[in-house]
C-alpha cells in the first residue's frame, strides 16, 4: 500500500510517518526532509530553498517535483511508500498519479489528521528532532521521553522555521493552497479522516486499523 498522510503543519504527519516505518517496514517520503538535506549543501538552490522554507513559503513544483521523482526512482521500497508532506496543491497531487503510474504504484490511502489551530501551535513551538537518529519530541508533552532519550538531550534541535511567525504563514499557505486538495481526495473510496486532536498512541491506533485490514 502507498499512503498519504495529509494534514495541516503540525499535524503529526512525521510522527506518524516514522511509527509507520518503524512497525510496517515502509518508506517515509518527506518533501520536507528532501528539502532540508538540499539546502544543507549550501548551492545556490540550497539557499533558495532554505530562503522560501524560513518564509513558510512553498518551494516550487519544479523543483519539488524532481526531488520526489528522483526519490522514487532509487526506492527498493515498492507499495510501501509513505508520503509525508506531498502533494500540497492540486498540480502536484495530480504529479503524483503520473510518477506513480510510470513506476506501476498507485495511492493505497489518503489519510487526513484533521488538528485545530490551537493544538498546532503548541505542537510545532514545543517541537524538537534529533540531530542524531531523526526522532522527534515535544518539550509540552515529552518532557520524561526527552530526559530518557539515548542520543542525549544535547543533540536535540528545533527546526528553523518552526516559529510564531513562520507558523502563520505556513497555515495561510497550507489554507490557501493546501486545503482545496481535500476537495479532490474526499470524493476517493479510499480517503480516512481521523481526528489529528486525539493523542499521538490513540492515532497511531487508527492507523495500525488501516494497514492492517
Ligand atoms: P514540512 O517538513 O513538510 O513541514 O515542510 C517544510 C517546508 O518545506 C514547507 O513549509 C515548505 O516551505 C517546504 N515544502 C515541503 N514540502 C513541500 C511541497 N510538497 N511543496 C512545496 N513546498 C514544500
Given at each position: 500500500m502507498n499512503i498519504i498522510l495529509f494534514g495541516?503543519?503540525?499535524?503529526?504527519k512525521g510522527t506518524q510517518a516514522q511509527f509507520i516505518v518503524k512497525k510496517y517496514n515502509y518508506f517515509q517520503l518527506s518533501t520536507g526532509d528532501l528539502l532540508r538535506n538540499e539546502s544543507k549543501q549550501k548551492t545556490p538552490l540550497g539557499n533558495k530553498i532554505e530562503e522560501l522554507i524560513s518564509n513558510g513559503k512553498f518551494v516550487s513544483d519544479e523543483i519539488v517535483n524532481t526531488l520526489l521523482k528522483n526519490s522514487i526512482t532509487k526506492l527498493k521500497f515498492k507499495d510501501r511508500i509513505i508520503f509525508d508532506g506531498?502533494?500540497?496543491n492540486i498540480q502536484q497531487a495530480k504529479k503524483l498519479e503520473e510518477i506513480l503510474a510510470e513506476f506501476d504504484q498507485k495511492i493505497s490511502h489518503i489519510v487526513y489528521l484533521n488538528v485545530t489551530r490551537n493544538i498546532i501551535e503548541k505542537r510545532i513551538m514545543g517541537r524538537v528532532t534529533c540531530e542524531k537518529c531523526s526522532v522527534t519530541f515535544n518539550e509540552f508533552f515529552n518532557k520524561k521521553e526527552i530526559e530518557l532519550h539515548p542520543c542525549g538531550k544535547g543533540h536535540l534541535v528545533k527546526r528553523k522555521d518552526d516559529n510564531y511567525e513562520t507558523i502563520i504563514s505556513r497555515y495561510d499557505t497550507y489554507t490557501n493552497n493546501?486545503?482545496?486538495?481535500l476537495d479532490f481526495y474526499s470524493k476517493n473510496v479510499n480517503f480516512i479522516e481521523i481526528?489529528?486532536?486525539?493523542?499521538i498512541d490513540e492515532i497511531t491506533s487508527k492507523i495500525s486499523d488501516i494497514l492492517e485490514v
Amino acid at each position: 500500500m502507498n499512503i498519504i498522510l495529509f494534514g495541516p503543519p503540525g499535524a503529526g504527519k512525521g510522527t506518524q510517518a516514522q511509527f509507520i516505518v518503524k512497525k510496517y517496514n515502509y518508506f517515509q517520503l518527506s518533501t520536507g526532509d528532501l528539502l532540508r538535506n538540499e539546502s544543507k549543501q549550501k548551492t545556490p538552490l540550497g539557499n533558495k530553498i532554505e530562503e522560501l522554507i524560513s518564509n513558510g513559503k512553498f518551494v516550487s513544483d519544479e523543483i519539488v517535483n524532481t526531488l520526489l521523482k528522483n526519490s522514487i526512482t532509487k526506492l527498493k521500497f515498492k507499495d510501501r511508500i509513505i508520503f509525508d508532506g506531498y502533494p500540497r496543491n492540486i498540480q502536484q497531487a495530480k504529479k503524483l498519479e503520473e510518477i506513480l503510474a510510470e513506476f506501476d504504484q498507485k495511492i493505497s490511502h489518503i489519510v487526513y489528521l484533521n488538528v485545530t489551530r490551537n493544538i498546532i501551535e503548541k505542537r510545532i513551538m514545543g517541537r524538537v528532532t534529533c540531530e542524531k537518529c531523526s526522532v522527534t519530541f515535544n518539550e509540552f508533552f515529552n518532557k520524561k521521553e526527552i530526559e530518557l532519550h539515548p542520543c542525549g538531550k544535547g543533540h536535540l534541535v528545533k527546526r528553523k522555521d518552526d516559529n510564531y511567525e513562520t507558523i502563520i504563514s505556513r497555515y495561510d499557505t497550507y489554507t490557501n493552497n493546501t486545503k482545496p486538495i481535500l476537495d479532490f481526495y474526499s470524493k476517493n473510496v479510499n480517503f480516512i479522516e481521523i481526528d489529528g486532536n486525539l493523542k499521538i498512541d490513540e492515532i497511531t491506533s487508527k492507523i495500525s486499523d488501516i494497514l492492517e485490514v
